[in-house]
């Protein structure tokens, strides 16, 4: 016979964003719990609401099947003393099995005896298992806790109330003073409590009382109720799939409405109203069937249809109260212009250990002109990026942005062009954000982009020198993100960037121009190569690309962006290649007879007076046709050159001897395996790779 349980943690309302990371979660350790204690059952169904956290497990099994195991003790010299008595250990051994002495038998492992014993473990019956649950309960984790009371126990929020029903019967357990039992509570308005008779009825009862407990199904209601309004009033709504999410989980028995709002109010920018809608009052905004906004908004009541007008009323005036702030706001900036908001920037920290944000677009100034000129950008277009990366903050300390925050960056668009900057300037301004989440969109613009890019390597490299390195999961200033969106943007832009060279290059011009941040960038050059370099791995392991390829092309020397992913999209194109083997195991073999020697970089001539076959000549004349723009060339170019030397480097040292007795004769061999193997280093750590 199989079995229905029900667990419903009743809670006081947790923050929308918490509601489906939480039942999921639960529902996975739950489903563990279960395995490890070899309780069979057939499916989890997960509900959920701002207060409530529920399993439905059906098809559960009576009890533990009974198990006969074999376990393995110490060895027969431990297990008996010297007079062939059992020991303490043997004792003590069989005593934690529920066994004796007696039951013991010896096995031979690899030469050594050691002691056994057969053990029947009888199943311990469903509900025993069950009461043990609340253990899961207790060991969640929430992205905020909190206490209550005089406990020490932290959860997301106060427990209310537990349900636990094996069936008709209640399972007894117990967490922070909260009993099980079998009541719950309904909507907080519409609803009362309810005693829930059967685990399998539980959907039905809450249903009764104004309460839907499948989040799917509460989720399809709200989003037939908006169509429903859309289509009878012929509007366009577009449902955002996060927005639709966050009002689910605000929910428990959704009624949808429309509002209106003053007509004046489309004066200002269509952005800003969308903004105070939808991220500030959680609201769907409305466009006719030519994508025009419309003066409505739709929004979904906690509730059911009871006294509806009250509730648009109210909402009508609380948007109307925050768009009025809008119009001020956008009305009062235009009173300025650039100038004065830039300048108000001056007063502006970036961090107190850096600079100002005044000063933090001195120093883009100059990385982006070094990235304009690196990357071709003409004239007119650098002209641009100067203008832009002059001005590219000053939207920061308008009322806009200071009210709506998540503006920033569109209203330095929407003012740029009011206050008469070229569409270009414009649009690089709101470009520079991109991308704000780790597959977001990417700037179009190569201004835009190199603005971008300038932006985010000024941020990794003054916080890095501030010695604001992101360690573990901590990284509040979002460095990983910055450090991501530089290789994503290089990436998608196919510039050839050397981070190494650049780097430099930027403190040296900054400390010209007097625009240097109050930390030396110097000692971090290194440090900010690994940090993007693990950037690249991460991108290019999402990509699907074999572990050993990435880590050896992102390992190379180089630290140009472009080359080192494409050195392991070239990897991962030619290991199915019949002479991949072949080829990689060559390289290697250069590589690593030249981490023999230590060589300068200035100390590498070859003298061909000193060789003594024409293996030797053969691989000094490929060495130098390699070495001719190797580096300037694409990872598809270099490889290609490296794999045409798997036969010359295979006679090469078939022929000759590089560790040669005679010093000479040696150190001029490593000299040439070190030329080559800098080009081979150069484009992936080959030794690296694994090849079958």
Do not use: C
Not at 140 to 149: A, E, I, R, S, Y
Not at 417 to 445: C, D, T, W
Not at 485 to 514: C, F, H, Y
């Amino acid at each position: 016979m199989t079995h229905t349980f029900l667990l419903e943690i009743g809670l006081e309302e947790m923050p929308a964003h918490v509601v489906t990371p939480s039942i999921n979660e639960l529902a996975e350790k739950t489903e563990k719990y279960l395995k490890e204690n070899r309780i069979s059952f057939d499916k989890v169904q997960k509900f959920s609401t701002p207060r409530r956290l529920a399993l439905e497990i059906s098809g559960l099994a009576d009890k533990q099947p009974d198990i006969d195991e074999e376990v393995k003790g110490p060895a027969e010299k431990i297990a008996k003393d010297a007079e062939g008595n059992w020991s303490k250990a043997a004792i003590g051994f069989t005593r934690g099995q529920g066994l004796t002495p007696d039951d013991i038998t010896f096995k031979d492992i690899k030469g050594t005896n050691y002691v056994f014993v057969n053990k029947h473990v009888t199943g311990k019956p469903v509900t025993d298992v069950l009461s043990s649950l609340i253990d899961v309960v207790a060991d969640m984790n929430f992205p905020t806790m909190m206490k209550w009371g005089t406990n020490k126990f932290q959860f997301i929020r106060p427990i209310k109330w537990i349900v636990a029903l094996l069936d008709t019967e209640v399972v007894p357990m117990e967490l922070v003073g909260v009993k099980s039992g079998r009541k719950s509570l309904g909507h907080r308005f519409l609803g009362n409590e309810v005693s829930i008779a059967n685990a399998a009825d539980y959907e039905t009862d809450l249903n009764k009382k104004f309460v839907i407990v499948d989040a799917d199904k509460r989720k399809a209601k709200i989003k037939a109720q908006i169509e429903a309004i859309a289509n009878e009033n012929n509007w366009k709504v577009k449902i955002d799939d996060d927005l639709l999410e966050e009002v689910n989980n605000l929910v428990e028995y959704p009624t949808s409405f429309y509002g209106t709002f003053d007509k004046r109010f489309l004066d200002i920018p269509r952005e800003v109203l969308i903004t105070s809608m939808r991220n500030h009052q959680r609201f769907f905004y409305v466009e006719n069937q030519d994508g025009k906004l419309l003066p409505f908004f739709i929004s979904v009541r906690n509730g059911n249809s009871d006294f509806i007008e009250n509730v648009i009323k109210g909402n009508e005036k609380v948007l109307a109260a925050r768009l009025y702030d809008a119009e001020f706001f956008y009305q009062e900036d235009q009173n300025h212009d650039i100038d004065y908001f830039v300048n108000k920037l001056k007063n502006v920290t970036f961090h107190d250990k850096i600079s100002t944000v005044y000063e933090k677009m001195q120093r883009v100034q100059v990385i982006s002109r070094l990235i304009g000129k690196k990357v071709g950008l003409n004239d007119s277009q650098l002209a641009d990026l100067q203008r832009a990366a002059e001005i590219y903050k000053f939207d920061l300390v308008t009322g806009m942005v200071g009210e709506f925050s998540e503006l920033q960056g569109v209203m330095g668009e929407k003012y740029a062009l009011l206050f008469g900057e070229k569409p270009e300037v414009a649009v690089a301004i709101r470009e520079h954000y991109m991308p704000i989440s780790a597959n977001g969109e990417l700037p179009q613009s190569r201004i835009g982009a190199v603005l971008a890019v300038a932006d985010k390597l000024d941020t990794v490299m003054t916080f890095f020198a501030a010695g604001m390195i992101p360690s573990g999961s901590n990284d509040p200033y979002a460095l990983r993100r910055q450090a991501a969106g530089i290789v994503n943007i290089v990436d998608n832009q196919k510039w050839r960037l050397p981070l190494d060279s650049l780097m430099e290059k930027i403190i040296t011009d900054e400390n010209t121009a007097q625009v240097a941040p109050k930390v030396d960038q110097k000692p971090i050059i290194k440090d900010v190569i690994l940090f993007i370099k693990e950037r690249i791995k991460r991108v290019l392991r999402a990509a699907k690309i074999k572990f050993d390829l990435v880590d050896a092309a992102v390992n190379a020397t180089s630290t140009d962006i472009l080359y080192n992913i494409n050195s392991a999209k070239v990897l991962n194109n030619h290991k199915e290649d019949a002479d991949f083997k072949a080829v990689i195991e060559a390289l290697t073999r250069v590589e690593r007879i030249s981490n023999k020697s230590d060589f300068k970089a200035t100390d590498l001539f070859v003298d061909p007076a000193l060789f003594e076959n024409e293996s030797e000549l053969k691989m000094n004349a490929e060495v130098d046709r390699l070495s001719t723009d190797f580096e300037k060339l694409t990872a598809a170019d270099d490889f290609s050159k490296l794999a045409s030397l798997e036969p010359v480097i295979k006679e090469y040292f078939d022929k000759t001897m590089v560790m040669a007795k005679d010093e000479t004769v040696k150190e001029n061999r490593l000299k040439e395996l070190t030329k080559l193997a800098r080009m081979i280093n150069y484009f992936a750590e080959v030794d690296k790779i694994i090849v079958k």
